[in-house]
């Protein structure tokens, strides 16, 4: 028997957290949508498979919380959808320093003040969202929750197996021709023996064999690849947790086609034997294969650097 479709309506109180707590689903494969028309919520729901997250609160026009009910208790009777109702909430305090701090209007402030709006405005809020308060599976303080403890939160509790994680894209690159500027992490292999002088090796690539071979024979090898996996192994549990959806560890040489794609192609690898979502490209030898017109664009029509050896 196939599980039940995750459907999350996340609702509650303006400037407590209701938009992160979207982001944050949406970042572990919900399909998201913010404030849909209520009378269009179930057929939003539809019959597809993928998990749904849907934003609701006092911004949509003719706002109803007891239809809200009504219709989450008809998706409840649905056996194909398990439908969670997440309601944020905060402190009066904390909701009014966040409107000063950002100086939004708050959707159901009166007019005068500024500060007596916004906690007017909190008032007739809470009052029109006690029923959906009450009705919630999950309510979410976020008065003394910061940001990467709310993604934990949503995440021990939604995360689904399969659901997306960190992922990690390996690259290797040539030094001359300037560094990855999406790269979080960057090393630096020019230290290791280099097989471009090496006649019968120079027109190979570090996916060779022989090139692999050669290299790895470099006595410093072993102890740098000990050094290196001891090093970005243990940062990546502490990436996940913090909430980081994608790494990008950049490894140079001087011409981009040895030693760094021999030991980009050894570290996803490895990464992958672990468990983690890895992916791996070679800068120049990737753009080597589109052609000299790849190099002219990436370059902005200057004339392209050939890369000492």
């Not at 609702?11 to 979207?22: F, P, Q, V």
């Not at 995360?159 to 690159?173: K, M, N, T």
Request: charged fraction near 25%.
């Amino acid at each position: 028997m196939m599980a039940a479709r995750p459907v999350v309506l996340v609702t509650g109180l303006s400037g407590a957290g209701r938009a992160s707590i979207l982001r944050h689903l949406e970042d572990l494969g919900f399909e998201t949508v913010d404030n849909p028309p209520l009378d269009l919520l179930e057929e939003l729901v539809g019959d597809g498979d993928q998990p749904l997250a849907a934003g609701v609160d006092t911004r949509s026009r003719g706002f109803d919380p007891e239809q809200v009910l009504r219709t989450l208790s008809r998706l409840r009777l649905r056996p194909d959808i398990a439908v969670t109702l997440v309601y944020a909430t905060a402190e009066d305090a904390v909701l009014l320093r966040r409107y000063s701090e950002t100086r939004r209007r708050h959707p159901l402030a009166p007019g005068g003040s500024l500060g007596s709006r916004v906690a007017d405005g909190i008032a007739r809020e809470q009052a029109l969202m006690a029923p959906l308060r009450d009705a919630a599976d999950m309510v979410v303080d976020t008065s003394d929750l910061p940001l990467p403890s709310l993604r934990q939160t949503i995440e021990r509790r939604f995360r689904r197996e399969g659901a997306p994680g960190l992922l990690i894209h390996v690259q290797s690159f040539a030094f001359p021709r300037g560094l990855p500027r999406e790269a979080d992490l960057v090393f630096d292999v020019r230290f290791l023996r280099n097989p471009h002088y090496v006649p019968e090796l120079k027109p190979q690539t570090g996916r060779d064999a022989a090139v692999a071979a050669y290299v790895e024979a470099d006595p410093d090898f072993p102890g740098f690849w000990g050094r290196l996996v001891g090093f970005v192994d243990p940062l990546l549990p502490r990436y996940v947790a913090e909430g980081k959806k994608y790494l990008t560890v950049a490894l140079g040489c001087t011409g981009g086609r040895h030693r760094s794609v021999l030991v980009a192609e050894r570290l996803a690898d490895h990464l992958r034997i672990l468990g983690w979502r890895a992916d791996v490209t070679h800068r120049e030898l990737d753009e080597a294969a589109r052609g000299p017109a790849a190099s002219e664009a990436r370059l902005g029509g200057r004339e392209a650097l050939s890369p000492s050896p």
